[in-house]
Nanobody
């Protein structure tokens, strides 16, 4: 019913920038929130940043001041602008959307396929 397609990952040097994109499509009635999670080898998946339909944002402490999350006007695409990247930012980044599908009542989380971000020192 819902598909999330991610793009924008890659290899950059420390101090560089990347911009991740995630587009949601399908039988969507509304998207209450979207966000980005990441998982490094041997570590748990963690929230990087989230944004609600009202524009409220939340960031984990380690990325505050460096990363910016945003959504397009229609609310179906979320971006993560990552600046001043550090080697410890290296991980697979996953897009998340909390979606009410057409004909549905309650929201449900959907996930993108993941995109690799590698930061070299």
């Amino acid at each position: 019913q819902v598909q999330l397609v991610e793009s924008g990952g890659g290899l950059v040097q420390a101090g560089g920038s990347l911009r991740l994109s995630c587009a949601a499509s399908g039988s969507i009635f509304s998207i209450n929130a979207m966000g980005w999670y990441r998982q490094a080898p041997g570590k748990q998946r963690e929230l990087v940043a989230g944004i609600t339909s009202g524009g409220n944002t939340d960031y984990r402490e380690s990325v505050k001041g460096r990363f910016t999350i945003s959504r397009d006007g229609a609310g179906n695409t979320v971006y993560l602008q990552m600046n001043s990247l550090k080697p410890e930012d290296t991980a697979v980044y996953y897009c998340n959307a909390r979606v009410v599908v057409v004909g549905g009542i309650h929201s449900k989380d959907y996930w993108g396929q993941g995109t690799q971000v590698t930061v070299s020192s």
